[in-house]
C-alpha cells in the first residue's frame, strides 16, 4: 500500500485539529470559555500555509454539526434566529454559510415547501467556488483576520452543539417531502390575493382604507379554512395537522406571543411559546398555518407602526411614554384583535353554513349548503388539539400584567383600526 500523500496527511490534521478545538470549546464551563476559545481558536488561525486544510475541515465539520441539528428537530430559520440571538453579525453571515454548505447533501425533492421559503429568505448559497479557500474569501468579505475568524467559528458550533431536541415540525432533509405528505407545490392562488390586500393595509396611511383591506383577507381566510376543510372530507390520512415555528424577538415578547396566539385561534390553531429559543410553534391545518403566519406579520407591522407614533408622544402630564406604556399597548391591542377576529370567524362560518359563499375576487354567491361542514370543522379542532397533546404532552400557562392605562386604551383604539387577524389570555409554554 502507497503512503498518505502531504495533502491527505495535513487534511487529517486539520480535521483532528478542529475536533479537538470544538470539543474544548463545547465542554468549558462559562468562566474557562475565553481561555478554551483563545486556545482553540490560535491552533486552527496559527498557519497560513494550513488555513485551506482546516477550511475544508470546517465545512466538513459543519455538515455533521448542522446535520444534527436537522435530526433533533431544528430547522435553517431556528438555527439562524440562535445565532442572532446570542452572537453577532459575523456569526450570522457564517451560520448561513454552513447551513448551505451541508445543503449540498440534499436534493431539492428531500426537503419540505417550507424549508425551501426558509433558505429563499435566508439567501442561503453556495458562493464560494473552492472549499479551500472559503475561509479566506469569508475573512475577506467580512474584514477579519484567521483568528477572529475561526474564534467565530469556534463560538457559533459550540452555540448549536448546546441546542437541546425539540418537538420536529416537518420532516428533516433525506425524507422525501411527498412521502410525509407535506404540500411542494406554490401557494393557492387565494392566498396570493390575501397577501396583495395585506402588502396595501400595511402601505396604506388612511386608518380606513387599512381596515377594509384586512377585513376582507380576514374573509377569505376563513373562507380557504372552510374550503379546506370540505375539501379534506373521505381523505383523512392526506389531510392532517402540520406545524411551524415563528420567531418571537425582543422587546415586547409577551405581547407579541399573545398576538399570535390570537391570531391562531382565530385560524383553528394553537400556539405553545419557548421563550428561550425565542419562538412559537404553531400547530394547525397546512392552510391554516399559512394564514397564520401572513397575518399576524401584518399585524404586528401595523401594531409596531401604530405604537411608535403613540409612543412619540407624552403622557397627559407631559412624562414621557415608558416600556409600561408600550407593553401594555400591545397587549390591549392584541386583546381586541382577538375580538374582533372571533366576530369575524364566527360570521363567515355562520355565512359559510348558510351556503353564502365567498369567491377568491372576493365577491359573494349563493351555494347549496354543506350540513357536513360544522361536524368537519370540529373535528379538525380536535385532530389538532390531539396533536398538541402529543407534541407537547406537559404545558404551562402565563399571565401578564398591564400596568399602563393609557397604554392600554391606545392600544384597543390601533386594533379597531387594524386590518384584521387575533390576544389576550394565556399563553401555553
Not at 363567515?348 to 369567491?359: E, K
Request: aromatic share 6%; charged share 25%; glycine share 8%.
Amino acid at each position: 500500500m502507497g503512503r498518505r500523500s502531504s495533502r491527505d496527511e495535513q487534511g487529517s490534521a486539520a480535521d483532528g485539529l478542529l475536533a479537538q478545538a470544538v470539543q474544548q470549546v463545547v465542554a468549558a464551563q462559562p468562566d474557562g470559555l475565553d481561555l478554551a476559545l483563545d486556545v482553540g481558536a490560535s491552533l486552527l488561525a496559527a498557519s497560513a500555509e494550513r488555513w485551506p486544510q482546516v477550511s475544508r475541515a470546517l465545512l466538513g465539520h459543519a455538515e455533521q454539526a448542522v446535520g444534527r441539528c436537522w435530526a433533533a428537530g431544528w430547522r435553517p430559520a431556528d438555527l439562524v434566529r440562535v445565532v442572532r440571538r446570542e452572537l453577532g453579525a459575523a456569526h450570522l453571515a457564517l451560520a448561513v454559510d454552513l447551513i448551505a454548505a451541508e445543503g449540498r447533501r440534499h436534493a431539492a425533492a428531500a426537503l419540505d415547501r417550507r424549508w425551501h421559503e426558509q433558505l429563499r429568505e435566508l439567501a442561503v448559497e453556495v458562493w464560494w467556488a473552492d472549499d479551500a479557500e472559503f475561509l479566506s474569501e469569508f475573512g475577506g468579505r467580512q474584514r477579519l483576520d484567521r483568528f477572529a475568524v475561526a474564534t467565530a467559528a469556534l463560538e457559533l458550533l459550540r452555540a448549536w452543539a448546546l441546542l437541546p431536541p425539540v418537538a420536529p415540525v416537518g420532516p428533516a432533509p433525506g425524507r422525501s417531502a411527498v412521502a410525509s405528505n407535506v404540500r411542494v407545490a406554490g401557494e393557492p392562488r387565494m392566498l396570493g390575493r390575501i397577501r396583495a390586500l395585506l402588502a396595501k393595509a400595511e402601505s396604506t396611511e388612511f386608518p380606513e382604507e387599512a381596515e377594509a383591506l384586512s377585513a376582507k383577507a380576514q374573509q377569505l381566510m376563513a373562507q380557504h379554512s372552510i374550503d379546506d376543510a370540505l375539501l379534506s372530507v373521505g381523505a383523512p390520512s392526506k389531510d392532517s395537522p402540520a406545524a411551524l415555528r415563528i420567531g418571537i424577538d425582543n422587546p415586547y415578547e409577551s405581547p407579541k406571543a399573545m398576538l399570535l396566539d390570537a391570531v391562531a385561534a382565530a385560524n383553528r390553531c394553537r400556539v405553545v411559546w419557548a421563550k428561550e429559543f425565542g419562538f412559537c410553534t404553531i400547530i394547525g391545518f397546512d392552510g391554516d398555518l399559512d394564514a397564520v403566519e401572513l397575518l399576524y406579520t401584518s399585524l404586528l407591522v401595523q401594531a409596531t407602526a401604530t405604537m411608535s407614533r403613540a409612543g412619540s408622544r407624552r403622557h397627559r402630564d407631559g412624562a414621557p411614554r415608558t416600556k409600561a406604556f408600550r407593553q401594555s399597548f400591545l397587549i390591549s391591542y392584541a386583546a381586541r384583535i382577538r375580538e374582533r377576529l372571533s366576530e369575524a370567524v364566527e360570521q363567515a362560518t355562520a355565512d359559510a353554513a348558510a351556503g353564502r359563499h365567498l369567491r377568491e375576487d372576493g365577491t359573494a354567491e349563493q351555494v347549496v349548503p354543506d350540513e357536513r361542514l360544522l361536524p368537519v370543522l370540529a373535528a379538525r379542532e380536535q385532530a389538532v388539539d390531539d396533536t398538541v397533546g402529543r407534541m407537547f404532552p406537559k404545558l404551562v400557562s402565563q399571565r401578564v400584567r398591564v400596568s399602563d392605562g393609557e397604554g392600554w386604551m391606545a392600544g384597543r383604539a390601533a386594533a379597531d383600526r387594524a386590518a384584521l387577524h387575533g390576544g389576550a389570555g394565556e399563553i401555553r409554554r
